[in-house]
């Protein structure tokens, strides 16, 4: 099965919704995003994930479960940004010292959002989101090659 960039293009859409588990189909490829069930007891709209609710649970052996992108995870890619920004001391002062303080992501947010690093951060953390994923897909390519080993 070939990883296409429609594959982790739908991978990277759902890792950044905290409340989706993520699946890709060990056959065709096919991303399935299910929300997990405490954020489903919350959805207004539950009904309308019946259908992709049902479609996972009864083909669970179909799919394997990319890893969820935590805020463990966005943690410390602020915490690597904060390490990159070398060129300016002051700057990565005030943001490990927001890392450290109540509310780190807020702090990190503003003080990063009003300086001249912003563009800088989100080009980093695409760059870290691709590279997650890349792994991710990775562990999956393995798993694959395990079960067609085991197969055999």
Do not use: C
């Not at 002051?90 to 450290?100: H, I, K, R, T």
């Not at 760059?127 to 390519?141: D, G, P, R, S």
């Amino acid at each position: 099965m070939e990883i296409t960039a429609e594959i982790i293009a739908d991978i990277k859409m759902n890792i950044e919704d905290e409340g989706m588990r993520t699946f890709i189909h060990i056959k065709t490829g096919e991303v399935l995003a299910v929300p997990d069930e405490y954020s489903l007891i919350y959805d207004e709209n539950k009904e309308l994930w019946q259908d992709v609710l049902a479609k996972w649970k009864n083909n669970k052996d179909d799919y394997y479960e990319i890893e969820r992108w935590t805020t463990a995870y966005d943690f410390k890619l602020m915490q690597r940004f904060a390490e990159y920004l070398t060129e300016d001391k002051d700057l990565q002062e005030q943001v490990f010292e927001a890392l450290n303080r109540r509310k780190p992501f807020h702090n990190f947010k503003w003080i990063i959002g009003n300086s001249p690093f912003r563009e800088k951060w989100f080009d980093f953390r695409e760059q870290m989101y691709q590279a997650w994923i890349e792994k991710q897909l990775a562990y999956f390519k393995s798993y694959l090659d395990k079960n067609e080993h085991n197969a055999k």
